[in-house]
């Protein structure tokens, strides 16, 4: 445990998330000795989430929760008074508390990790078998469905709902995905490698229907048992996942003097990730800010990595706020599908895509005279030289060349 104790004694980190827990160990790291207090909603401790979608779901493994650490490392190693199973519905920056169930705790500085929600299909309340996939008692609940054969209908086209996807049929089990867009993931990843995207579900016999909406859920006796379309059709189901985004967890911020974005309602922060109210930061899938790696462009990501380099920063910033520094970032996420590793760097707005190779696939994404991002199929070691590219603010002719040279990797076959 360190020695040093610091200027303040009460360090407090909301969400008892990757970026929760990354601040709580950083803390720790850069010296502080003072009393953590590491609030959650769940009465889990930390986990990992990005295992849900994959591993867990996955027929051949016994589903195991991806827990970071044990309660005796948090309370012992890292001195975490931890309060789970109580949302923080409050913040009071003026006598520097953050409510809590029916009491307060008290702060000199706070780092808010709250993460995101699920976002909800309208009139599914109470509808046994639609779930979203965020938590990990969501995870079970559609493992344990997955398990018993459910037919299973998936509402979004995303990374999460593709995931749910594959795991189904690699099951053997009959899917249908529902995705509102043409083309799906061009959000994320533009228009043509959305397309190749696409080519994986049908490839792997799972049903996409693109440009299609959903009327509702039907059910019986409180069950779902069918998804009902906006063309009229009826899609059987024993199983609904929604995958249609999420709502960044700040509803409790709502008046406390921290400014939260117009439209998603994430937090405000400036590029060393603090916020507008003194003593508070934020860190994760909850936050924007302006990235000047990509000229000072706001974001807000929901990406494992960002969260654990959000994390680290903003306890270093809480720490020592003269040191701070802006956080420059890379975007980077990966997914598997059908035995394939999909993989993105950097970000998707672009002035041109070129698909460099199709087997396997390798596309940059160029703004100007710049490398901004790349996206990989089975490239799972040439990625994260492409980040590095992309970090070094490299020229778009240097990363292709790079990019033109790599050594050729045999692809998986594709699950039947």
């Known amino acids: 445990m360190p020695t040093s104790t610091g200027e303040f004694s009460d360090f407090v980190v909301v969400g008892a998330s990757l970026a929760g827990l990354r601040t709580v160990e950083a803390a720790r790291r850069k010296g502080y000795a003072g009393r953590i207090t ?26 195991v929760a991806p827990r970071f650490r044990t ?22 920056a003026a006598s520097g508390t953050v409510a809590v169930g029916d009491g307060e705790v008290r ?6 990790a709250t993460g995101a929600a699920a976002r909800t299909l309208p009139g599914t309340e109470g509808i046994a078998g639609v779930h979203g996939l965020r938590t990990l008692d969501d995870a079970m609940a559609i493992r344990t469905a997955l398990d018993a054969g459910a037919r299973t209908v998936v509402i979004g086209a995303g990374f999460i709902g593709s995931e749910v996807a594959s795991g189904a049929r690699k099951r053997g089990l009959p899917v249908t995905i529902v995705e509102s867009l043409d083309v799906p993931l061009t959000r994320s990843v533009g228009l043509e490698a959305g397309q190749v995207c696409a080519e994986l579900h049908h490839a792997n016999g799972a049903d996409l229907r693109c440009g299609t909406g959903v009327d509702g859920i039907v059910s019986e006796h409180g069950r779902a048992v069918g998804v009902r379309l906006d063309d009229g059709t009826t899609i059987p189901a024993d ?10 967890g700040t509803g409790w911020l709502e008046g406390s003097g921290v400014a939260l974005h117009e439209r998603d309602r994430g937090i405000v922060c400036d590029a060393t990730l603090a916020t507008t109210v003194a003593g508070v930061y934020a860190a994760g899938d909850v936050v924007h800010w302006p990235n000047p790696l990509f000229d000072d462009q706001m974001m807000r990501l929901e990406h494992w990595t960002n969260a654990a380099e959000h994390g680290a920063a903003a306890a270093a910033h809480a720490i020592d706020p003269a040191s701070a520094k802006p956080v420059s970032s890379v975007p980077y996420f990966w997914s598997d599908w059908y035995g394939h590793r999909i993989q993105f760097v950097g970000v998707p707005q672009a002035d041109e895509v070129e698909v460099v190779e199709r087997e396997p696939y390798l596309a940059l994404y160029r703004r100007g005279g710049r490398v901004v991002g790349a996206l990989t199929i089975d490239r799972p070691t040439q990625i994260m030289k492409l980040r590095k590219l992309i970090a070094q603010r490299a020229s778009y002719e240097d990363a292709r060349a790079f990019a033109t040279n790599l050594p050729a990797v045999r692809a998986p076959q594709p699950v039947r």
């Open 239 to 248: 199983l609904v996942v929604v995958g249609i985004g999420v709502i960044p």
């Open 107 to 112: 702060y000199d500085r706070l780092v808010i």
């Open 38 to 63: 590491l609030i959650g909603s769940e009465s889990h401790l930390p986990y990992d989430r990005p295992p849900l979608s994959k591993a867990f779901l996955d027929a051949d493994h016994e589903p």
């Open 71 to 92: 309660a005796e490392h948090l309370r012992d190693e890292l001195g975490v008074d931890l309060r789970l199973g109580a949302p923080a519905t409050a913040i009071d």
